[in-house]
Nanobody, 126 residues
Framework: VQLQASGGGLVQPGGSLRLSCAASGRTDRRYIMGWFRQAPGKEREFVGT????????YVSDSVKGRFTVSRDNAKTTVYLQMINLKSEDMAVYYC????????????????????WGQGTEVTVSS
């Protein structure tokens, strides 16, 4: 599975961005995609993902109410809609894919994801 993230850029505090991640290659239903981010000097952290059946979305507490994950009907492109961006949201955002065999408690662990995109940088600054 190859993942290509896009949509990052410079935005003012309080602004919005939508990130996209397109999957190619073995884009069958055995993989579920998610978003992580990594700020300079910090660990890569979970941002959002979907349940195995796609019926539920999960986002981290730090972005709840501001970030939304969604995907297209073909499930080959996922989106991260970000509103009310803050300086602490500045990071490189990565999309990743995990096997559908991964249990719920491991959705938030970066080690559960087998494939990673190249990342797209989000800068929040006035």
């Amino acid at each position: 599975v190859q993942l290509q993230a896009s949509g990052g850029g410079l935005v003012q505090p309080g602004g919005s961005l939508r990130l996209s991640c397109a999957a190619s290659g073995r884009t069958d239903r055995r993989y579920i995609m998610g978003w992580f981010r990594q700020a300079p000097g910090k660990e890569r952290e979970f941002v959002g993902t979907f349940s195995r059946d796609g019926g539920r979305t999960y986002v981290s507490d730090s972005v709840k109410g501001r970030f939304t994950v969604s995907r297209d009907n073909a499930k080959t492109t996922v989106y991260l809609q970000m509103i009310n961006l803050k300086s602490e949201d500045m990071a490189v955002y990565y999309c990743a894919a995990r096997s559908t065999r991964i249990i719920t408690s491991s959705y938030f662990d970066k080690d559960s994801y087998d494939y990673w995109g190249q990342g797209t940088e989000v800068t929040v600054s006035s």
